[in-house]
C-alpha cells in the first residue's frame, strides 16, 4: 500500500477504536439522568446506587474516549494536511466546538456528578447529570456536523486562495443531513448503552447477586434499548436512507448491489456483490420495497451503478455491502431481542427467564458491531470523494509523509490502544466484579 492508504488505514483504525468508547457514554449519560430522575420520583436510594456504578463505568469511558479521539484531530494535521488546508476554514468550527463540549464542559459537569453528590443534595446532583448529558449530546452533534458537511457540503464558498471558507455558520451547523445523521447515530448510542446495561443486571442474576440492582439494570435498560432500536430503524434510518437516495445514489446503489436501473427496485436481504461481472449472485430480495425506502413510492426508479460514471463508484463495493447488511441486520436482531425482552418484563418473567438472560449477557457485544459497520458504510459510501462532490479522497493526503512513517505511526497507535484497551477491560471487569453495593471496594 502507498503512503495515503496507509493513512486511510490508520484513520479508519484509530476512529473505529475511539468511536467504541464514546458511544457508550453518550448513551450512559441519558440512563444516568433517567436513573436520577426516577431516584427523585420515587424515593429510592436503588436508582442512586445504580447512578453511581454506572458513573463510573462512564469515567473510565469518558477518559479513555478523550485519549484516543486527540490523535484523530492530529492526523488531520499529519497526513491529511491538504485536505486540512482546503476545508479547514470551514470544518474548524465545529471540530473546536466538539473539543470544547467534550473537554471542558462535559468533563466538568462529570467531576461534580461523580465527587460533588453528597454537597449538591439530590437536585443540583441531577442537574449535574443533565449538564454531563448535554455536554456529551453536544459534543457529539458538532462531530456529526462536521463529518455531515463532508458528506453534504452546505454553506460554504470558495475563498481567494481555492480553498474553502464559512459563507453561512447556520447553514453549516444546520445541515439537513447532519440532523438525521445525528439523530440515527444517538439513538445507536442509547441502543448500545441500553444492551451494556443490560447485560451487566443479567449477569447478576444469573450469579444471583446484587439481585435488586439488578432488576433495576433489566428495567431501565430493556426499555432504553428497545427505544432506542425502534428510533435507529424510524423515523432515523428511514429519513437518512432517503437523504442517501437524493444526494449519493451511487453509495446507496453500492450498499444494496445494485447495478442495474430499475424501477419497483427489489431490496436486497441476502445476496453477494459481483462487481466484475455486473450482479448480484444468490439473491433474495424484496420486490419494490427499495423503490418505497428510497423515494416514498413502490414505483420509483432506482439508479444502478451502470448508469453512473465509474469515477463516481465507491472504491470498496463488496466491503460497503457487506458493512451495510451486517448493521443492517443486527438492528433487526436487535428491535427483536428487545421486543421479547419488554414483553417478559412486562409479564413479570424476565428475572426467572435463564436462556433469556444469558443471551442478554452475551449479546452487549453485537451493538458495538454494527456501529462500527454503520461508520463504515457512510465512509466507504462517500468515496471516492472526501468531501462529497468537491474534493476527492487522492487529493488530501500530506504530500511529503512517506509510507513507512505512516505504517510507523499506525503500529505505535495500535500497541498504545492494545495496553490501554487491556487496561480499560482490567478496571471495567473489577467494577463489575465489586458490584454496585461495593464501591468501596473498586
Known amino acids: 500500500m502507498d503512503a495515503q492508504s496507509w493513512s486511510r488505514f490508520q484513520f479508519g483504525f484509530t476512529a473505529t477504536y475511539h468511536y467504541l468508547f464514546p458511544q457508550l457514554t453518550m448513551g450512559l449519560a441519558l440512563i444516568l439522568v433517567v436513573f436520577k430522575v426516577l431516584a427523585i420520583r420515587r424515593g429510592d436510594e436503588c436508582y442512586n446506587v445504580a447512578a453511581r456504578f454506572w458513573a463510573k463505568i462512564f469515567g473510565l469511558n469518558f477518559v479513555v474516549g ?3 479521539g486527540i490523535p484523530l484531530e492530529f492526523q488531520f494535521g499529519t497526513n491529511w494536511a491538504r485536505f486540512s488546508d482546503y476545508s479547514g476554514g470551514v470544518i474548524g468550527l465545529t471540530l473546536a466546538l466538539e473539543g470544547l463540549f467534550a473537554f ?17 443534595g439530590p437536585k443540583w446532583h441531577l442537574v449535574s447529570a443533565i ?16 463529518n455531515a458537511f463532508m458528506q453534504h457540503p452546505v ?20 445541515n439537513p ?3 438525521w445523521q445525528y439523530l440515527h447515530n444517538m439513538s445507536a448510542s442509547v441502543v448500545t448503552s441500553g444492551f451494556v446495561v443490560c447485560a451487566v443486571g443479567a449477569y447478576y442474576l444469573l450469579s444471583r447477586r446484587s439481585v435488586e440492582q439488578a432488576k433495576v439494570f433489566l428495567q431501565v435498560g430493556v426499555v432504553t ?42 431490496l436486497a436481504i441476502i445476496g453477494q456483490p459481483d462487481v466484475e461481472n455486473r450482479r448480484l449472485d444468490n439473491p433474495i430480495v424484496v420486490p419494490s420495497v427499495l423503490s418505497y425506502l428510497a423515494y416514498g413510492s413502490f414505483g420509483a426508479e432506482v439508479k444502478g451503478l451502470n448508469d453512473i460514471p465509474q469515477d463516481q463508484h465507491p472504491d470498496n463495493i463488496e466491503l460497503l455491502y457487506f458493512a451495510y447488511h451486517i448493521m443492517a441486520g443486527l438492528g433487526t436482531l436487535f428491535i427483536a431481542l428487545a421486543l421479547v425482552s419488554a414483553w417478559m418484563l412486562w409479564r413479570g418473567k424476565l428475572f426467572e427467564s435463564r436462556p433469556l438472560l ?19 458504510t457512510a465512509e466507504l459510501g462517500r468515496q471516492p470523494w472526501l468531501i462529497y462532490g468537491l474534493f476527492r479522497t487522492g487529493a488530501g493526503s500530506s504530500p511529503q509523509v512517506a509510507g513507512g512513517s505512516v505504517v510507523f505511526s499506525a503500529l505505535g497507535f495500535m500497541g498504545l490502544y492494545l495496553v490501554m484497551g487491556v487496561l480499560f477491560l482490567y478496571l471495567v471487569v473489577r467494577q463489575i466484579a465489586a458490584g454496585p453495593d461495593g464501591e468501596a471496594k473498586a
Request: a negative charge; charged letters at 15%.
Open 104 to 120: 471542558f464542559a462535559e468533563s466538568a459537569f462529570l467531576g461534580m456528578f461523580l465527587f460533588g453528590e453528597k454537597r449538591l
Open 66 to 68: 478523550v485519549v484516543t
Open 225 to 266: 434499548a428497545l427505544v432506542g432500536s425502534i428510533i435507529v430503524l424510524f423515523p432515523t434510518g428511514d429519513q437518512h436512507g432517503k437523504m442517501l437516495a437524493r444526494h449519493q445514489p451511487a453509495a446507496l446503489a453500492a450498499m444494496e448491489g445494485k447495478f442495474e436501473t430499475s424501477d419497483r427496485a427489489e
Open 177 to 179: 443531513w447532519a440532523f
Open 358 to 376: 444469558w443471551i442478554l449477557m452475551l449479546a452487549f457485544p453485537f451493538p458495538y458491531i454494527a456501529t462500527s459497520m454503520g461508520w463504515l
Open 155 to 174: 454553506g460554504y464558498e470558495i475563498g481567494p486562495r481555492g480553498t474553502l471558507q464559512l459563507a453561512d455558520m447556520w447553514a453549516y451547523l444546520l
Open 131 to 146: 449538564m454531563v448529558f448535554l455536554g456529551s449530546w453536544l459534543s457529539g452533534y458538532f462531530i456529526i456536523a462536521t
